[in-house]
């Protein structure tokens, strides 16, 4: 059984910065693409940032281009997103997910077979 594990949310300043992870098992890992959505209330769910299966790759959605950095660690099972200058327009649940095993990494978030539980960020401005 896949699980993901979402964690390091809170609430921080405009201008801060927040770590989160994303701890991986039921699958071999290293096979599978990652990626991080968000989603704030009232919205849809929106594509943040993904990565290959070896990290060579990575996309980037408009919005946080150049102050989000997203990186795995393939020998640990986890994948995560360094958010920095965040802005209050960052608020939202962010979701950690996975293609299925060989395919690549996309922006689209019908695309990703597995989930996890999502983790708050919240920032004040």
């Known amino acids: 059984q896949v699980q993901l594990v979402e964690s390091g949310g809170g609430l921080v300043q405009a201008g801060g910065s927040l770590r989160l992870s994303c701890a991986a098992s039921?699958?071999?890992?290293?096979?599978?693409?990652m990626g991080w959505f968000r989603q704030a209330p009232g919205k849809e769910r929106e594509f943040v940032a993904a990565i290959s299966r070896s990290g060579g790759r990575t996309l980037y959605g408009d919005s946080v281009k150049g102050r989000f950095t997203i990186s795995r660690e393939n020998a640990n099972n986890a994948v995560f997103l360094q958010m920095n200058s965040l802005k209050p327009e960052d608020t939202a649940v962010y979701y950690c997910a996975a293609r299925m095993s060989w395919e690549i990494a996309t922006m689209n978030l019908g695309e990703y077979r597995y989930w996890g539980q999502g983790t708050q960020v919240t920032v004040s401005s």
């Open positions: 039921g699958l071999t890992f290293s096979n599978n693409a």
